[in-house]
């Protein structure tokens, strides 16, 4: 499709080619797609509204909450609540799966998402963003139980996020291909800007919270040494290094430019095998990066093939460039 189609003329002329499709899903990410416009608009306003700063609550991850995660958490749910598309939503920010109000019809799609990622960089200005990812309900018209959402990321029927940076993008695959959307503002569309995108599989950059260095394992510790010894160490060449502590942003720079990013597993707290949750954040940035050409692992294992064990489970994940991230994948198995 040419640069400037629509997003909501790139979904429609995608499903045309999905046998059986009946119009839901495209309706469905209609509704996204409105949600993520008003959440651009609510984080762009910064602090002329009032919507910046901490709350007193906690989420059940223990991690305080900014007013804007349950802002956006609310913004999503309203939007999406009501068509009769969903069985049921789950986000980072509630604690147990979201019931479609019994007013409203249920239809046959499970939606996942992290309304906010990297919303500790929302005080200071820095890009944030909206993590989802789709999935088909086990039972079409049954209100879901938090088991229908336990399914590995190879099920995923859509995956994509909303980037709020210089300008507010959206990157979206439905498995074939990636494809990046820019919000237009003055006509208040997405427009197609970057079709195809691919992650070359070669790169020279890097992308790791460094304070946590002490508690990550050998393999991670060896692959980051070699790096910083640059020309002078095994590599034979410099690499450069970034770190947003902004998911969204970091995955946007390793699709445009290639890159390896890591929030590995770590020995800081046994009780958290990684940071990053397989759900929300894990599984649609696996599948957004495999389709783009990449690789997305544990370490240890394809993210993809994790089969969850609960909503709000952790993952140690090592993604990016092939050929770097086969390199981290070697050192861990030797
Ligand atoms: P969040 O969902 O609470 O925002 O946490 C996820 C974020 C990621 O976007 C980012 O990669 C990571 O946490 C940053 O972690 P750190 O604070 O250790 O730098
Ligand atoms: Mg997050």
Request: charged share 20%; with cysteine; hydrophobic share 35%.
């Amino acid at each position: 499709m040419h640069i400037g189609t629509t997003l909501t003329q790139f979904i429609i002329e995608e499903q045309r080619h999905t046998t059986g499709a009946t119009g839901d899903f495209t309706s469905l990410l209609n509704d996204l797609v409105t949600s993520i416009k008003v959440i651009s608009n609510a984080v762009n306003k910064g602090a002329l509204v009032g919507t910046m700063g901490a709350l007193e609550s906690e989420n059940i991850q223990g991690e305080t909450q900014k007013k804007l995660d349950v802002i956006t958490n609310d913004i999503v749910m309203r939007h999406n609540e009501w068509a009769g598309h969903l069985a049921g939503m789950a986000s980072e920010e509630m604690d147990d799966v979201y019931s479609i109000p019994a007013k409203y019809p249920l239809g046959k799609y499970l939606l996942v998402f992290d309304p906010l990622d990297g919303s500790s960089n929302v005080d200071i200005n820095i890009s944030v963003g909206t993590i989802f990812s789709i999935l088909h309900a086990p039972v079409s018209g049954r209100a879901a139980t938090a088991e229908d959402f336990l399914q590995p990321g190879t099920k995923q029927v859509c995956a994509g996020y909303a980037l709020y940076g210089s300008s507010t993008m959206l990157v979206l695959t439905t498995g074939h291909g990636v494809n990046g959307f820019t919000l237009d503002r003055d006509v208040g569309e997405f427009l197609l800007t970057h079709p195809g995108m691919k992650i070359p599989e070669n790169t020279g950059e890097f992308a790791i919270n460094a304070s946590n260095r002490r508690f990550w394992e050998p393999p991670v510790q060896r692959y980051v040494e070699e790096c910083l010894a640059g020309t002078e160490g095994p590599r034979g060449r410099d690499f450069n290094m970034r770190w947003v502590a902004s998911m969204v942003a970091e995955v946007h720079r390793i699709l445009n430019r290639g890159g390896i990013f890591m929030y590995p597993r770590d020995t800081k707290d046994p009780a958290k095998p990684g940071k990053l949750r397989l759900m929300y954040e894990a599984n649609p940035m696996s599948m957004i990066v495999e389709q783009a050409g990449g690789v997305s692992s544990t370490g240890y294992e394809r993210i993809l093939d994790i089969q969850p064990s609960g909503l709000h489970q952790r993952v140690p994940v090592i993604l990016g460039s092939k050929n770097e991230v086969e390199r981290v994948l070697g050192y861990h198995n030797g």
